[in-house]
């Protein structure tokens, strides 16, 4: 079993049947100048992690972005990326994802032999993801950019035997991911199915809009909840989704409390 300390406190999570919360910042999205400010308000909402990554890498600021975030927080920024090209050692964590709702080859194996003496020069804590796709009813960059078909949104039976086969292969962590901009979210259907039935932690993101949608989520079974698009529209909900995430107690006999809507309106 991997020990690291970002591992360790998501093994926790999962171990106490809580959530915690991250934010994703696209480097391509985000400029340098703009991470102290948004670093002083993870800090102030006690976000438990900064993901960085973004389907592609055009501005190559992303360690820029990073120093100064650093400079200003102790977070912890996790490495969630899009290609080989964003692995640096300035972050704390890698998420080393493999594709396993797809058939890519490359995304199964083949970009992984590529970076592997990148990944493993680079000091960082790497954690095995198992990361699923799942349909969110537009073509979002991800599914696009993967070329491999996601999981239907309605079938999450099968987004549990792919978490299956994730866990038995030896994968650290699941990822539940409708694609950044996402019209629909995984559903809590999905991911209370997969989540009552693995032993290892759950990511969910995608589509995501609303604090109500962030505590359905981890109260469904989601381990972290990560929020990107929504966040840079307007960085003021990252306040409320990371309380959200805090407050939420995964009991299926909870479900229902919050019944809003993620249209943005409460
Ligand atoms: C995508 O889960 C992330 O990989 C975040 O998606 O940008 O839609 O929040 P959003």
């Not at 340098?32 to 002083?40: G, I, K, T």
């Not at 996402?182 to 604090?211: F, N, Q």
């Not at 929504?230 to 309380?243: C, F, S, T, Y």
Request: aromatic content about 6%.
């Amino acid at each position: 079993m991997a020990t690291g300390k970002i591992y360790t406190q998501l093994r926790t999570l999962k171990a106490q049947n809580k959530s915690g919360f991250a934010v994703l910042a696209d480097p391509d999205k985000i400029a340098p100048a703009d991470m102290q400010y948004l670093a002083r308000l993870c800090n102030d909402a006690q976000v438990d992690y900064l993901f960085m990554g973004g389907s592609l890498l055009m501005a190559h600021q992303m360690e820029l972005c990073i120093q100064r975030f650093k400079a200003e927080s102790d977070i912890p920024v996790i490495l969630f990326p899009g290609s080989p090209a964003q692995v640096t050692p300035y972050a704390d964590a890698l998420l080393y994802l493999t594709l396993i709702s797809g058939r890519n080859p490359e995304l199964l194996i083949g970009q992984h032999v590529m970076s592997a003496p990148q990944v493993k020069a680079s000091g960082l804590e790497v954690i095995s993801t198992g990361y699923i796709i799942i349909d969110g009813g537009i073509q979002t960059t991800v599914s696009y950019m993967s070329n491999a078909m996601p999981i239907p949104a309605d079938k999450p039976e099968i987004a549990l035997c792919t978490a299956w086969a994730g866990e038995l292969q030896g994968k650290h962590i699941i990822y539940l991911d409708a694609g950044s901009g996402a019209r629909t979210p995984v559903t809590e259907e999905m991911i209370r199915k997969v989540s009552a039935h693995i032993e290892i932690p759950l990511i969910v993101g995608g589509g995501i809009l609303t604090p109500e949608k962030v505590y359905e989520n981890c109260v469904a079974g989601a381990n972290l909840v990560v929020v990107g698009n929504a966040i840079e529209r307007d960085p003021l909900l990252i306040r409320d989704m990371a309380q959200a995430a805090k407050a939420a107690i995964q009991n299926p006999d909870n479900l229902g409390i919050s019944k809003q809507n993620n249209t943005g309106q409460k």
